[in-house]
């Protein structure tokens, strides 16, 4: 089986942490490649990174066209561009944040976010919403340490601490039971805070892999009736051409 | 006072329904004015037709950011690239979904939307959600005649019957007391179908003009403390750099 | 257009407030007129006031039944007999608690009711979950300052200062990005909150103005086909029988 | 225990309606009374008509003051005046709506309402949505046969198949498990309906006598520190100095 | 009428507190009577426990079937076995958990569960997300005082003590204008701190045995159609056997 | 890796369907085994049945209790005992109904539960509830053909025709885009029924696998810290001795 995982962002270091993590918990015969748009922004921390980190998610799909990919992991918080690589993609596409709340969902009756830029919940909060995991009062109050997305591995020695205080707070005054990583760059602190917490701590590319393996074992692929349809054959103008999906050209 | 309104879409028949909608309901010393992206889609009937139209969106604001507007509407149902618009223009950014839901619930205690495509239900529902008009009973089930976006004006005579059926059957059999209707390019029907259904019938660009004025006149402009700050300021590649807003480049 | 302010407090300086914040924002060619019961309760802090006031509203609208009237707003937090307005009237009605709801939607993702007496939150709590707009995680627990309602505009000095204060602990711990002024007496207080705060203060009054203007120039009013229909004709005892509205007489 | 259950409507013919169902359910040493307003409406069906109800619900109250009553009930689909009773009454008060809802979620798991005014739906809908019934999954959506409240006693007759045929229709088609009768002048019909369709059905002044006495024998009453606390002291006009509750006037 | 409580806890002690709580507030004419399986574990605090308890229900009310019951309630909180219990029983069963939550409704808009163990969280949540009370904004975060469920009547002096405080902590931060006591073996404390709290605390078996006399008294009991239907047909274990249904064996 | 579904019904057909769907999809390196409870019912249809089904959840956790097991899988849809089993077993446990919704949720917008006994819509409720996934908007409603459990297999040829004849209802009348099939022994049904529906078909046993498979590939185990806390130790009647977990002997 070949995963790969799209890195929206266009920080080289981000998709290498996410190779390691993918390549750590990938199954006997799971080839792992990861990528990153040539052109974006270096991190996704604002809806008009996303705006902009969406078409390098499509830009990347539409360059391995024909690549033997058996499935799409999109690493990035907030799950960037989602929707559409469903529809442009011939297979199976998993977003790391939907990832890692049904596997918390799977261990944990609440649990928590802790992300790093404070602005970016309502991305994470997006997700959330669209799972219904808020409302039935599984996935209690997002919490940020409100740091920038690279100091996730730029900076690591304070980065762990400040998300691991953070994640304290989620455990003693909201009754987390376990804890999300609310962004790809601090995926590589799960394992030393899940020791130091004593709770499940849980990177959403790992499990985006697990959940990509299982669906590709169980023959499932994303559905073409409706909403997640393959675009619609239309003109397209010559700065979004190189979007255009293989079998279905726009 | 100025509004611009932004068709997400190239096809500029729609923004020229745009225009014409808007003026009908300008209040005296309003400007209208309306552009397309210079390169997109002609319609967007998917989401990967939105992320093109959003980085289209985000264009527009770009192109215009030394214009004196007091206000955007974006006139695409779905509200295309709406929060990165929020972050990136300097004054109110007012979807034309989120302003037909909030006109509906301001006449009628349960409404529906009828749209074009089966398929943009879901981006339909995507803005119900947001604003929690589903969850209370309000918005009732979405409902589409599944003809093309562009049908709405080029086909005129038989998408208005269909249009009217479909609404019909809302009233009759889910207890819609107002309909909304999906689409920019149908929003002209709204009057003829008003007056034989006897039931507002609410265009998303008119209403979302009359949204514009009101904040504006009510010295409201986009929260700036979180969701919707300016974008942060980072590198970004040459494919994207024309979208750099103007108070706070990225 | 001709927009009338209801105030269903018999407070007379409750309605000079009201009519200040609506001119100041009126469109040009608006006239703003404004009246209170001349029986009721002073102010409405509890059901039972809001039952009197609801009288009061409904026998306003009797009284104005030959007027030239376009929209009417309730300028009381909570709306007090919007629904029975709506069946009442021949002109759309719009509650300033929705209007100011809507426009908080419109300008940020999370936002809080700032009000005055802390019972009344009950009160603002039925319009947010008419809306749907808790459920939707946009607006965030009611606060209160409780304080009487008619400190709004007595005790200026003193009260400006505690809803600031107020106003900031829903902006610092619950993440509030915009504050809605939770009463009619208070909506004096935006500018300078808005000012010294740096986020989006809301009055009511102001943006239902802007609503009623909106839906006016939209040639929408309210459904009569269902819930909002004009009272059934029946008859009706001396007590209440100059609440009976001018085109379908009870 | 004294139970007096408080008719709404004008029309007598109701009142021993409710004074009939409440005595065939009351227990040993229950003694039951009920009065309807003075001034008012014959029946209740719009918002429009609860805002007259509601006056009359008061003044009710406020005549009974020096009555050794331990609870109220009030008798009418919707619940008219609730929350302001609730302020008002030195005893508990029970909604026969609120009450009927209860009873059916203790015997079933999915219910239906069938009420008479397709329009009076919003009332019960408002009930049912501040449980969370609806929002739960429990109580299905609120069926109507579109007839006058007083049909419900005068045209027995076909009022109790029509009803029968509509609580089938709940009961094939949504999957109802338990059907409450949405009107108390059609509360008689629930002993023969409930023969006939063999599924319980329910009629709320019934299950509020009931309510009213396990508050009672539970010595619980309205809890006075917050939404439900007295109505606060304040100068009262004429017309309206009648509601003034005893133990806290206004 | 003849209501038997079911302890699911084999601890006798617990049973006597449940008969005493009931026999209270029973109604002229009412028996009561208590019992607890004889297999089992003498506090149920956890899912497991719960399993253990739901064939303890399952067990009393297999060996009660031959005597003259009219509803049975279930005193444990999180209402054990409560789904199972209302098709093995012929008559209405009921939770103290649901009875006491639907009692709070009928005297307060907002109230919380205070109760022993931290982790029986869970279980109340269960009962409170079925009714939709927390979805409606009526049942604030449950709280506990996270001791175990024994100590509720074997050291009584401070838990009294210990609850009270967590109380004044719910109604002091979160609003709470009730109480809910959320275990069987501390209703007998909903008396002191009613009085020393000032706001209504709520124990469940005595509202639960409220709830019992009105359903029998309105003649109504489990739907037979649907979810709550008898237990199937069908042959059963050996070890099972015991707990065959009386009308309609398996 | 060993995963060890647990068959909660006595059916050893229905654990050798479930065998055949494991292995078919199992990781290379992973072993299946399978087991059903000693003593039970053949199928569980009610909640009568669970009751009696989690208890032999329990002791087939218990009986294993020195294998070197990494994971759980319960195959009955409701997820029998799955909160018990969770406190219970030492390794993660995973329920077929959960890790079903979580793979539709991946592939598609909406999607449908299509069942066996129409009285067990019910248990999937609890399931689609306890994760949000019916609130969203995603998890439409639940249909069933009404058959008994054990035709799934013992009936196969009419009853997948009678499976795919719902499914498709589900599809045009629903806008279902992915179908759940709501029982173990109608899972090997799922690939022919996606091949002729031309939708994804969901076999919640085979998906249980794969999310069992990423839980411990990601080292991620049940949080133990709250909810699923291992059992509290206590004395435990003879009757229900074997069913101690190894670590934390109750």
Same mark, same amino acid.
């Given at each position: !089986?070949?995963?790969?995982?799209?890195?929206?962002?266009?920080?080289?270091a981000?998709?290498?942490?996410? *190779?390691?993590?993918?390549?750590?918990?990938a199954?006997p015969?799971?080839?792992i490649?990861?990528?990153?748009?040539?052109?974006?922004?270096?991190?996704?921390?604002?809806?008009?990174?996303?705006?902009?980190?969406a078409?390098?998610? *499509?830009?990347?799909?539409?360059?391995?066209?024909?690549?033997?990919?058996?499935?799409?992991?999109?690493?990035?918080?907030?799950?960037?561009g989602?929707?559409?690589?469903?529809?442009?993609?011939?297979?199976?596409?998993?977003?790391?944040t939907?990832?890692?709340?049904m596997?918390?969902?799977?261990v944990?009756?609440?649990?928590?976010?802790?992300?790093?830029?404070?602005?970016?919940?309502?991305?994470?909060h997006?997700?959330?919403a669209?799972?219904g995991?808020g409302?039935?009062?599984r996935?209690?109050?997002?919490?940020?340490?409100?740091?920038?997305v *690279?100091?996730?591995?730029?900076?690591?020695?304070?980065?762990?601490?400040? *998300?691991?205080?953070?994640?304290?707070r989620?455990i003693?005054?909201?009754?987390?039971?376990?804890?999300?990583?609310?962004?790809?760059?601090?995926?590589?602190?799960?394992?030393? !805070?899940?020791?130091?917490?004593?709770?499940?701590?849980?990177?959403?590319?790992?499990?985006?892999?697990? !959940?990509?393996?299982m669906?590709?074992?169980?023959?499932?692929?994303?559905?073409r009736?409706?909403?997640?349809?393959?675009?619609?054959?239309?003109?397209?103008?010559?700065e979004?051409a190189h979007? !255009?999906?293989?079998e279905n050209p726009?």
């Amino acid at each position: !089986m070949h995963i790969h995982i799209i890195n929206p962002n266009t920080t080289k270091a981000l998709s290498a942490l996410d *190779l390691a993590a993918a390549q750590a918990v990938a199954a006997p015969g799971t080839t792992i490649t990861v990528s990153e748009p040539a052109q974006g922004v270096p991190s996704i921390e604002c809806s008009f990174d996303e705006a902009i980190g969406a078409i390098g998610v *499509l830009a990347e799909i539409a360059r391995l066209k024909d690549q033997p990919i058996d499935a799409f992991v999109i690493a990035c918080f907030g799950d960037t561009g989602l929707a559409a690589a469903r529809e442009a993609a011939g297979v199976p596409v998993i977003g790391m944040t939907e990832a890692a709340l049904m596997a918390a969902a799977l261990v944990a009756q609440n649990f928590s976010i802790v992300t790093l830029p404070a602005r970016t919940r309502v991305h994470a909060h997006r997700v959330v919403a669209n799972l219904g995991l808020g409302l039935a009062g599984r996935c209690l109050p997002i919490r940020a340490v409100d740091l920038p997305v *690279l100091h996730g591995h730029t900076e690591e020695a304070t980065v762990i601490d400040t *998300l691991t205080a953070e994640a304290r707070r989620a455990i003693d005054l909201d009754g987390a039971e376990a804890i999300i990583l609310g962004c790809a760059g601090i995926g590589h602190h799960a394992a030393p !805070m899940q020791a130091s917490l004593n709770v499940p701590v849980i990177d959403g590319v790992a499990t985006a892999v697990g !959940m990509a393996e299982m669906l590709v074992r169980c023959h499932l692929s994303t559905a073409r009736g409706g909403s997640f349809a393959r675009p619609l054959i239309k003109p397209i103008d010559a700065e979004f051409a190189h979007l !255009m999906p293989k079998e279905n050209p726009c």
